[in-house]
């Protein structure tokens, strides 16, 4: 079935450095990517729609400039927090879609991220 | 706007008795719907979907979803419950013709001995 990688699983980093978060297709291409952020014990809330080759469209309230994401292949999505602040600490995953028939959405197993 | 309910945040039951996780959506079209477990710090597994075809969806580890249109109801229930289903379950819908997944707020399923 369809995998998508998600890297690193866990990163603490200083407050003011940047952090990036790898999200692969590794069995399938795929031309769109969703990040989403989840805080503890609550649900998780869509970030940004990642579109191979393109812009990324940010969902309302999402800082474009903090969360900036990159899908320059197929296979691809980054998503970079800048100047990390104690407050970007969640939980991130990311997440593709499977086409075809028996279409889906396949998930990454998530980035823990803590700022200190 | 299209939104789900998951009505229950907490249910707990015993081993080898049923499960029902109640979902409600809100959709002017006809959606997908689908649901997802959570097991701590981990990605989402998907259980099963709905897209339209087969009102009664059989999922996998023995669950399974009613799509309910006059009630606009998704709720999962599994006939016996095993230790190993504690986990976070989220309902989702994506409104027609999107590729946007709107979660609920999900439901953790505890399982006692």
């Known amino acids: 079935g369809a995998v998508v990688s998600q890297h690193p699983s866990w990163v603490i980093c200083k407050s003011g450095t940047s952090v990036k978060i790898e999200c692969r297709s590794l069995?399938?291409?795929?031309?769109?990517m969703f990040w989403y952020r989840q805080f503890p014990k609550q649900s998780l809330m869509l970030m940004a729609t990642?579109?191979?080759?393109?812009?990324?469209?940010?969902e309302q309230g999402v800082e474009k400039d903090k969360f900036l994401i990159n899908h320059a292949s197929l296979t691809l999505s980054t998503l970079t927090v800048t100047s990390a602040h104690p407050e970007d600490s969640s939980f991130y995953i990311c997440?593709?879609?499977?086409?075809?028939?028996?279409?889906?959405?396949?998930f990454g197993s998530g980035t823990r991220l803590t700022v200190v | 706007a299209q939104s789900v309910t998951q009505l229950d945040s907490h249910v707990s039951v015993s081993e080898g008795t049923p499960v029902l996780l109640r979902c409600n959506y809100s959709?002017?079209?006809?959606?997908?719907l689908f649901w997802y477990v959570q097991h701590p710090n981990k990605g989402l597994q998907l259980l099963l979907k709905?897209?339209?075809?087969?009102?009664l969806v059989k999922g996998i580890n023995g669950f399974e979803a009613e799509f309910k249109k006059s009630e606009t109801s998704f709720h999962l229930t599994k006939p016996s419950a095993h230790m190993s289903d504690a986990a976070e379950y989220f309902c989702?819908?994506?409104?027609?013709?999107?590729?946007?997944?709107?979660f609920g707020t999900g439901t953790r399923l505890q399982v006692f001995p």
């Open positions: 997440s593709a879609r499977t086409g075809g028939a028996n279409y889906g959405y396949t």
């Open positions: 069995d399938f291409q795929a031309t769109t």
């Open positions: 990642s579109n191979e080759g393109s812009k990324a469209t940010y």
């Open positions: 959709s002017s079209y006809s959606p997908s």
């Open positions: 709905y897209t339209s075809a087969a009102t």
């Open positions: 989702v819908v994506s409104p027609y013709n999107t590729d946007k997944l709107i």
